[in-house]
T-cell receptor, first 114, second 113 residues
Framework: AQSVTQPDIHITVSEGASLELRCNYS??????LFWYVQSPGQGLQLLLK??????LVQGIKGFEAEFKRSQSSFNLRKPSVHWSDAAEYFC????????????FGGGTRVLVKP | EAGVAQSPRYKIIEKRQSVAFWCNPI?????LYWYQQILGQGPKLLIQ????????DSQLPKDRFSAERLKGVDSTLKIQPAKLEDSAVYLC???????????FGQGTRLTVV
């Protein structure tokens, strides 16, 4: 069975500082990996995805993530955080072999200090 | 392209009452998901459809929850009878076959009192 762990429940970062959110997954084969963002009262918006190929993927809003197979990780990064990045971030794993079932981590809430 | 539509946005019911949620996925998306998101947690998959058929409903509490997908398009999720612990946001999502990328609706926030 696939699973996702996001070790950090909350992260507080100053505006303009860099941000890194951790994600570790468990799956026997190469999974599909996703990062979603959820603003209060909203649904989930896809930030970026990894299916195959280049392990460094670029997404929307200046985010990027790096797939590291040896560490079973898919960490999300942003060089300079804006106040509008305050939200909850979810890492998710899917697999074609599992019928494209998407499994989510518990989320990391990001607070941005002025 | 229209997104995933869900209704209602908010619902308050008393325990032991019934409630139904509706979802219209993105046109052409064969896969449809219903997720339950309890406050402070990540979304938990309740049921996944591929066209009309159920792919995974292992985490659906079948004694009280039911879902159907009519003609492989719209879907409804029903809870009968509701319990206090069913208070959550119910998210519907859809994706193309074998693409894996899911698009989410805004969700229905259910409060059971």
């Amino acid at each position: 069975a696939q699973s996702v762990t996001q070790p950090d429940i909350h992260i507080t970062v100053s505006e303009g500082a860099s941000l890194e959110l951790r994600c570790n997954y468990s799956y026997g084969a190469t999974p599909y990996l996703f990062w979603y963002v959820q603003s209060p009262g909203q649904g989930l918006q896809l930030l970026l995805k990894y299916f195959s190929g280049d392990t460094l993927v670029q997404g929307i809003k200046g985010f990027e993530a790096e797939f590291k197979r040896s560490q079973s990780s898919f960490n999300l990064r942003k060089p300079s955080v804006h106040w509008s990045d305050a939200a909850e971030y979810f890492c998710a794993v899917g697999a074609e072999a599992a019928g494209n079932k998407l499994t989510f981590g518990g989320g990391t809430r990001v607070l941005v200090k002025p | 392209e229209a997104g995933v539509a869900q209704s209602p946005r908010y619902k308050i019911i008393e325990k032991r009452q019934s409630v139904a949620f509706w979802c219209n996925p993105i046109s052409g998306h064969a896969t449809l998901y219903w997720y339950q998101q309890i406050l402070g947690q990540g979304p938990k998959l309740l049921i996944q459809f591929q066209n009309n058929g159920v792919v995974d409903d292992s985490q659906l509490p079948k004694d009280r929850f039911s879902a159907e997908r009519l003609k492989g398009v719209d879907s409804t999720l029903k809870i009968q009878p509701a319990k206090l612990e069913d208070s959550a946001v119910y998210l519907c999502a859809s994706s193309l076959v074998r693409a894996g990328e899911a698009f989410f609706g805004q969700g229905t926030r259910l409060t059971v009192v």
